[in-house]
């Protein structure tokens, strides 16, 4: 049973690194998005359009560490075996 209480626990944390960094990332790239419309308020529209795409990066980020927090759960290729010996 250790070995699923430790798959809860790296899921969760890896969640939790994953969604601060992203959190950050993303903060910083509003951050200096707005700084660069406020300086030059005729380029917000290339510098939206570069923002969205810059967010959808690190956004995926974010879904990539989801992916493998659920095949950590759900779909780990190693709960057979700990049932297995488990069992013995």
Same mark, same amino acid.
């Given at each position: 049973m250790? @070995?699923?209480?430790?798959?809860?626990? *790296?899921?969760?944390? $890896?969640?939790? %690194?994953?969604?601060f960094g992203t959190g950050i990332?993303? $903060? %910083?790239a509003i951050q200096k998005a707005v700084e660069g419309v406020a300086r030059n308020p005729g380029a917000s529209g290339k510098i939206m359009t570069i923002m969205l795409i810059g967010l959808a990066m690190i956004e995926s980020l974010a879904i990539y560490v989801f992916v493998v927090a659920m095949i950590i %759960? @759900? *779909?780990?290729? @190693?709960t057979e075996t700990v049932v297995q010996l488990i069992n013995k």
């Open positions: 250790e @070995f699923f209480a430790w798959c809860v626990v *790296a899921a969760g944390i $890896g969640m939790g %690194l994953g969604s990332g993303q $903060g %910083l %759960l @759900f *779909a780990n290729p @190693f």
